[in-house]
């Protein structure tokens, strides 16, 4: 991530959100120039997942005690104290990012690729999600109706970022459609990303899906 996006999602939260969340947001300026995509193509999104598989099963088949020489080859003096496990943070982190990657793999690059319509949804989905962890509360979209300059903080951000990352789309659309999302079914992905925010820092826990994994060592 460039110092000038993680300024402009500093805006609505960034920085208290990646502390919430251990899978990064924009996680390189490469992917964000891509629409936050984790891919660039279709050959590149079937050999990602496929590699991703296999370090799973890698690690999921280790030996008890290689599996506790590696978790404890990892944990800072503060991970000891606070009983984290580093280990299961990046099994966890590496669950999601492959479920996020199947989803492209079956979504976005089953024909000539992402449009760029598909990539500003998606950056505007995963800024609502921001929004939402960082700042707690629902975020909201507008325009002005003389200049049609966005009119509030979400869609501000949502419209400078598209400029940041040469996403040649406008903010009103994906704003509403990110909105709408968490919205849907009673507000049923915005207090799922309010419990991510309440449960920061409980161990065991995918911040990101939610789901109890217990340790294996």
Known sequence: MTPELERILNRIGFQRAKTY???????????????????????????????????????NHLPKHLREALDGALRSPEDWDNDRSPLLEFENALEVLLEEGIKEKSQYWTGRG????????????TMAEIYVIGLGKMPTEGEAYDS???STKFSKTVRDVFEHINLRAHFREPCRRAIKELKENDKEKFHRLLEIRSRK????ISLITGRRKLPKI
Request: no cysteine.
């Open 201 to 204: 820092g409980r161990p065991g």
């Open 21 to 59: 969340n251990p899978s990064p947001f924009f996680v390189s300026s490469e992917q964000s120039l891509r629409g936050s995509l984790l891919f660039a193509d279709k050959p590149s999104a079937r050999d990602g997942v496929e590699e991703m598989e296999a370090i799973l099963k890698r690690i």
């Open 114 to 125: 992402a449009s760029p319509k598909v990539s500003a949804n998606q950056v505007a989905s």
């Open 148 to 150: 049609g300059e966005p």
